[in-house]
């Protein structure tokens, strides 16, 4: 089980059910993977350890009881850091102090991916308002690319797509108006698209969101599909 952290979410989902390994398992070996990679990609803004621990031992108990709340429950996913999260302030990949918010609500693809079971693990590096083509700011300094890391993973959501190919998550969400999924997908190998405007609800609504569309990044292209079926529906808010 030394690949756990390399497995899609639809091989752990049946690994769960067939009870061969466990969430517990999967983010302990997603962690370790984590260890032995961030200090050469910076693919993180933040890692929850403790959180991610607690999420994953309720994910067990519900695959014991036979009761999971879909192909996402015990996934490991983490949250691109310009996307609101109740647990841990929104950096926007800046210095500014005006920058770090206030609002501290899930934003709505968040609350989406906690009903679904999915373990989140923390908020993955962007450059300034998500505004590059690679990732790097005077924040976190430079993200860089698993398959080389003389190379850029792309931006701006060049964490989670780093974060991703890595194996340090299963699947990662990212925002894109002009490329911000796409490239780092394509510069890191992984899946990524960018849906259209509005079939993910983007809330709490700001002046950088308001321009973006959110979508999911993933190792396959099933995976993808799963995570965005759970992300995607209409909201009044």
């Known amino acids: 089980m030394n690949e756990l952290h390399f497995y899609t979410a639809i091989q752990l989902a049946r690994g769960y059910s067939r009870g061969k390994f466990s969430p517990l398992e999967v983010i302990d070996a997603v962690l370790a993977r984590i260890d032995y990679c961030e200090s050469q990609l910076n693919a993180w803004r933040l890692v929850d350890n403790r959180r991610a621990r607690s999420q994953a031992r309720a994910s067990v108990r519900r695959w014991l009881a036979g009761e999971p709340r879909g192909p996402l429950d015990g996934i490991p996913v983490a949250i691109k850091d310009v996307t609101e999260t109740k647990s841990w302030p929104t950096r926007n990949g800046s210095l500014a102090p005006e920058q770090i918010s206030k609002t501290r609500v899930d934003a709505i693809v968040v609350e989406r991916l906690k009903k679904a079971g999915a373990i989140l693990i923390g908020k993955t590096q962007t450059p300034e308002y998500a505004w590059l083509g690679v990732t790097e700011s005077e924040l976190h300094g430079i993200t860089r690319n698993p398959w080389n890391t ?88």
């Open 150 to 237: 003389k190379w850029t993973p792309g931006g701006s959501s060049g964490g989670s797509g780093a974060a991703v190919a890595a194996g340090m998550a299963v699947v990662a969400t990212g925002t894109d108006s002009g490329g911000s999924i796409r490239g780092p997908a394509s510069f890191c190998g992984v899946v990524g698209f960018k849906p259209t405007f509005g079939r993910v609800p983007v809330w709490p609504q700001s002046p950088l969101m308001g321009m973006e569309h959110c979508g999911p990044i993933a190792r396959s292209v099933r995976d993808a599909a799963i995570a965005f079926e759970v992300m995607a529906g209409g909201d009044s808010r």
